[in-house]
């Protein structure tokens, strides 16, 4: 009786106890810049679109786009919070934090990643986090990528398509994703919905590389009527609003519920808005006082903003989960980026070969060849064109393996829709892209 109870507390309990193990590291850090002029090639691209325009590898950090998407689901425990509360506003705030949430990985990423090829996929599965992903390139020309999580106890569905638009504006490049996202939670029928601010990096051709957040971000509950609008502020003379979001949830007759504020790098708040409001008044006049007193204006933000300031009375609803020690030498990943590109056992035969941990120039890249992933990144550049080319030649168009094109059931925007079949693991006649 002993022996048994031992096996099953060896074989079955113990497992469910050990936390699971993913790297915490690269293979090895990233490449300096320092020696390459960006200037040298996008001097003839002002005003440009510049998903066309072909970047040297050393710009890139080694994942895919398609994996950079995957960062979403850092905080999917705010989804996990929504779930348990039973009052709407309640998770509107959970909601509207996942929102901000999922654009905080990009803080100090000045890495470019790299472009999917048309009908590359991704797929995480997160027994911890309690999610599994799949995405897919679905369009080269435009690059639209589209994706499909789902809870692993069918508690959520979140999905969207990212249509990215990248344009350089001289001493900036601009990010501006462009597409839906959906979040769905079946336990109360709600549905939400809403779209990310545009990125900016600055200091492109000279000084130190900074991003910023800004535009204006609508999180609808399609059910309630109740929606969060949250204004991603752009940095301003004297980098003051750096990072800064605030809004304000509102029912269906727009009243103000409550304010939300906080810095998209680090935190977010929730406060009655009469309070928020009294608090801005005050901050205004200290920020009017500051200005009378400075004598030329600040040409780019400090490189330390302040932390977030607390208004007395407000509640955290997120927080950012620190990066690890060794972040500076590996791209500024986080933690749960280092893990994205890695390649365990028991994928082998498992992940289909669309895979971007699969693309030989990324994970060369990763290993520190820098040559080596410059001459496979042109190499399947050439072969997705020659690909193209023959497609011209003949009857055979395109087709989408795991998504499909249609209008977005709650607001019937266009959208990429996941058309099921991913998870059944069967991957024939699936293009031999690499």
């Not at 810049?33 to 679109?49: A, F, H, P, T």
């Not at 109740?226 to 003051?240: A, H, Q, T, V, Y």
């Amino acid at each position: 009786c002993c022996l048994i109870c031992s096996f099953y507390i060896l074989t079955v309990l113990l497992p469910l106890f050990i936390p699971l193990s993913y790297r915490t590291s690269l293979p090895a850090p990233m490449f300096s810049r320092n020696d390459v002029s960006i200037w040298s090639i996008l001097k003839k691209c002002i005003g440009m679109e510049l998903s066309k325009i072909a970047m040297p590898v050393i710009f890139n950090e080694p994942l895919s786009f398609l994996q950079r998407l995957t960062e979403y689901m850092e905080h999917t425990y705010l989804i996990h919070q929504a779930n348990a509360t039973t009052d709407s506003v309640e998770r509107m705030k959970c909601v509207a934090a996942f929102a901000v949430s999922a654009v905080a990985s990009q803080w100090e990423r000045t890495g470019k990643p790299f472009n999917p090829l048309l009908g590359e996929t991704y797929e995480l599965i997160r027994d911890d986090l309690g999610f599994r992903w799949v995405s897919e390139q679905v369009s080269h020309h435009p690059p639209v990528s589209a994706f499909h999580a789902e809870g692993l106890n069918e508690d959520f569905v979140f999905h969207g398509s990212i249509y990215p638009k990248l344009k350089f504006w001289g001493k900036s490049i601009e990010a501006e994703p462009k597409g839906l996202i959906t979040l769905e939670l079946p336990k109360y029928n709600e549905a939400y919905t809403w779209t990310n601010p545009t990125c900016c990096v600055h200091n492109i051709i000279v000084g130190q590389l900074w991003i910023e957040q800004y535009g204006s971000v609508e999180v609808i509950n399609h059910k309630t009527g109740e929606r969060c609008s949250m204004m991603f502020k752009p940095c301003g003379l004297f980098g003051k609003e750096l990072h800064i979001v605030e809004g304000y949830i509102l029912d269906k007759s727009k009243k103000k519920l409550c304010a939300i504020y906080g810095k998209w790098t680090e935190c977010l708040y929730t406060v009655d808005p009469a309070t928020f409001e009294a608090h801005k008044k005050t901050d205004k006049k200290n920020l009017d006082e500051k200005k009378g007193n400075k004598q030329e204006p600040e040409e780019m933000p400090p490189p330390d903003a302040e932390t977030a300031q607390v208004i007395p009375g407000s509640e955290l609803i997120w927080k950012i989960t620190p990066r690890p020690d060794n972040s500076a030498k590996f791209y500024a990943f986080s933690t749960f980026a280092m893990h994205l590109n890695e390649q365990e056992k028991s994928m082998e035969g498992v992940i289909p070969p669309t895979d971007s941990r699969l693309r030989p120039d990324i994970r060369a890249m990763e290993n520190g060849d820098i040559d080596l992933a410059s001459a496979e990144k042109k190499r399947l550049e050439e072969k997705q064109r020659m690909a193209r080319k023959n497609r011209t030649k003949s009857t055979d168009e395109w087709k989408t393996r795991w998504f499909q094109q249609g209008p977005n059931p709650h607001n019937k925007a266009q959208d990429w829709l996941y058309s099921k079949g991913y998870w059944d693991r069967n991957y024939t006649h699936l293009p031999e892209i690499y």
